[in-house]
């Protein structure tokens, strides 16, 4: 099991910015999970859910080309949790975003979206952009 627990999210202007957070239990295991994915995605109502960002145990990162320069995703190993920065938001954003883990590197680019590399899953957090 890894358990994963999102925070943040919510709702925001047009141009404006939110912080989505993952408490996961990847950083604390370290023996067992030297290395490891962990992803964001987001799904929107009649939308298929579609990958965002990803970074590995290695620090490498992947983004879909949609949110490409305006979101970041980081990690903060100590205090284990998984960052979504998301700036210069557009109603486009709004959906709702979930974090995911798997053990071993990435696959695939998080820009293919394959839900299926990812065997654990946060739950999930609304994120509204109004115009």
């Known amino acids: ?3 994963l627990a999102q925070s ?3 709702s925001a202007q047009a141009g404006g910015s939110l912080r989505l957070s993952c408490a996961a239990s990847v950083y604390r295991q370290p023996t067992r999970y030297p290395t490891y994915c962990v992803a964001w995605f987001r799904q929107a109502p009649g ?3 579609e990958g965002v960002a990803s970074i590995d145990s290695d620090d490498q ?3 879909s ?3 490409k320069g305006r979101f970041t995703v980081s990690q903060d190993k100590a205090a284990s949790t998984l960052y979504l920065q998301m700036n210069n938001l557009s ?3 709004t959906a709702k975003y979930y974090c995911a883990a798997d053990p071993g590197h990435c696959v695939d680019p ?3 979206g394959r839900t299926d590399d990812y065997g654990y ?3 999930g957090t609304q994120v509204t952009v109004s115009s």
């Open 1 to 3: 099991q890894v358990p």
């Open 8 to 10: 943040g999210g919510s």
């Open 47 to 49: 939308k298929e859910r």
């Open 61 to 63: 990162t992947t983004y």
């Open 65 to 67: 080309d949609s949110v």
């Open 91 to 93: 109603p486009e954003d």
């Open 110 to 112: 998080i820009q293919e």
């Open 121 to 123: 899953w946060g739950q």
